[in-house]
């Protein structure tokens, strides 16, 4: 079975400081999505970030990068100019081709300080 | 704002009894998946259907049931409720039911049980 593990329950950043959030997951597939959800005080689940396995290029999106090791099953997030907004729970999601649901991590809940 | 839409937003209920939670998914979307966020379970996928039909299974209880409707939105039933079932169940949805669909996320129903 498939599974997702964040070991970062709490992190924190000094606003415009850069900051890196650990994903490791485990699966016997070898094509699969990993994503970043971000999870506000509001408690809606945006979308953050995706990669597909088979793609070398790691995924960007503004100020939101990952770096995906998939040798070493390894999908960190990169946020850089870290803003107040960043503030959130992020959750680390894994799905792939034996089945259709989204596994999740259990989360890694960033402040970030002004 | 994912254009998934979810009610109602909160619900307060009673050991024993029944709620409904209904969801619209983005318009072009076929698929609704729902899943249950949890203190001590974390975030678990519950059900998916596609075009009106259950197309996975997850951690559903015997007591839970859904259903999609022809216009394909989709309520989710809790019967004989618990403490336990307290939590925050969240509706996504996707174009088709493919594993390589991104799902978004609708704003959650925040379900209590007194």
């Known amino acids: 079975a498939q599974t997702v593990t964040q070991s970062q329950p709490e992190m924190s950043v000094q606003e415009a400081e850069t900051v890196t959030l650990s994903c490791t997951y485990d699966?016997?597939?070898?094509?699969?999505?990993l994503f970043w959800y971000k999870q506000p005080p509001s408690r809606q689940m945006i979308l953050v970030i995706r990669?597909?396995?088979?793609?070398?290029q790691n995924a960007t999106e503004n100020r939101f990068s990952v770096n995906f090791q998939k040798a070493a099953k390894s999908f960190s997030l990169k946020i850089s100019d870290s803003q107040l907004g960043d503030a959130a729970m992020y959750f680390c999601?894994?799905?792939?081709?034996?089945?259709?649901?989204?596994?999740f991590g259990t989360g890694t809940l960033l402040a970030v300080q002004p | 704002d994912s254009g998934v839409t979810q009610t109602p937003k909160h619900l307060i209920t009673a050991t024993g009894q029944r709620v409904t939670l209904r969801c619209s998914p983005r318009s072009g979307d076929l698929s609704v998946y729902w899943y249950q966020q949890s203190l001590d379970q974390g975030l678990q996928f519950l059900i998916q259907y596609y075009n009106g039909e259950e197309r996975a299974k997850g951690n559903i209880l015997e007591r839970f049931s859904a259903q999609q409707f022809p216009d394909l939105h989709s309520e989710l039933n809790l019967s004989s409720l618990e403490l336990g079932d307290s939590a925050l169940y969240f509706c996504?949805?996707?174009?088709?039911?493919?594993?390589?669909?991104?799902?978004?996320f609708g704003p959650g129903t925040r379900l209590t049980v007194l």
């Open positions: 996504a949805s996707s174009v088709a039911s493919g594993w390589t669909d991104t799902q978004y």
């Open positions: 990669q597909e396995a088979y793609k070398q």
């Open positions: 699966t016997s597939e070898s094509d699969y999505y």
């Open positions: 999601a894994y799905r792939g081709g034996a089945t259709n649901k989204l596994i």
